[in-house]
């Protein structure tokens, strides 16, 4: 069975930090240009970031640009998205996609073949 699994969502303070993983489960996602999504409550699902699939080259959407950190680690067939400084507006589900392509072209990627089920991260005091 194909799929991605997101984990390490949660409640937290604004300004703090929490690092979300992405894990591929029956294929080698080193293949694939991965991204992150999120959707926040009564709000379309939007980019975040997008790593092309050897990592050298990422994208990052103008609001979390400076704040989000995507990388990849292949050996373990995995992604991260570190997230910092977080605000309440950052409060959103949020998923990981990869795409057949290898490259994204900005941070959302030209297609998404597979998707994870979504992680729930919650700022607030």
């Known amino acids: 069975q194909l799929r991605l699994v997101e984990s390490g969502g949660g409640l937290v303070q604004p300004g703090g930090s929490l690092r979300l993983s992405c894990a591929a489960s029956g294929f080698t996602l080193h293949n694939y240009a991965v991204a992150w999504f999120r959707q926040a409550p009564g709000k379309e699902r939007v980019g975040v970031s997008c790593?092309?699939?050897?990592?050298?080259?990422?994208n990052y959407a103008s609001s979390v640009k400076g704040r989000f950190t995507i990388s990849r680690d292949n050996a373990k067939n995995t992604v991260y998205l570190q997230m910092n400084s977080l605000n309440p507006e950052d409060t959103a589900v949020y998923y990981c996609?990869?795409?057949?392509?290898?490259?994204?072209?900005?941070?959302?990627?030209?297609?998404?073949?597979?998707w994870g089920q979504g992680t729930q991260v919650t700022v607030s005091s």
């Open positions: 790593i092309n699939s050897n990592g050298l080259s990422t």
């Open positions: 996609a990869a795409s057949h392509y290898n490259y994204c072209t900005g941070h959302v990627p030209d297609s998404t073949d597979y």
